[in-house]
């Protein structure tokens, strides 16, 4: 990260400026106090503190809210043996071989605008 030097007739001359610029603020403020006690208005209504943030609407899906005394069902977890899930795939690898050869056997065919009939 760069970072800027100065020299100390820099510095010094910037902090005389910063100086000046707080005392006109100082003297700008007691200024308004002044013509605010002609006005008869009170030094605490003219200091307000800011308002809370509102939260507004919240973003997102809402919390689910629990009901006191009911506890929701617990469904045990069934865990496959392997043989199983090995008899699941074999089913469904011929469905999916099936679908392959449909496609390769649209694709062999040349759009002429004509039907094909099996």
């Known amino acids: 990260m760069k970072s800027i030097k100065f020299s100390a007739s820099e510095l010094e001359f910037l902090q005389n400026h910063y100086e000046l610029e707080l ?3 100082e003297n700008y403020i007691s200024e308004i106090k ?3 006690k002609k006005l008869g208005v009170a030094e605490t209504e003219s200091v307000k503190e800011k308002p809370a943030k ?3 609407k919240k973003r997102g899906r809402p919390r689910k809210e629990e009901v006191a005394g009911v506890q929701p069902e617990i469904t045990p977890v069934v865990k496959e043996s392997p043989k199983k899930s090995a008899k699941k795939a074999e089913k469904k690898a011929p469905k999916k ?3 392959k050869t449909a496609k390769a056997a649209k694709a062999a065919i040349p759009s002429t605008g004509e039907t ?3």
């Open 97 to 99: 071989m099936a679908a």
């Open 116 to 118: 094909a009939v099996e």
């Open 23 to 25: 005392t006109e603020a």
């Open 54 to 56: 509102s939260q507004g």
């Open 34 to 36: 002044n013509i605010l």
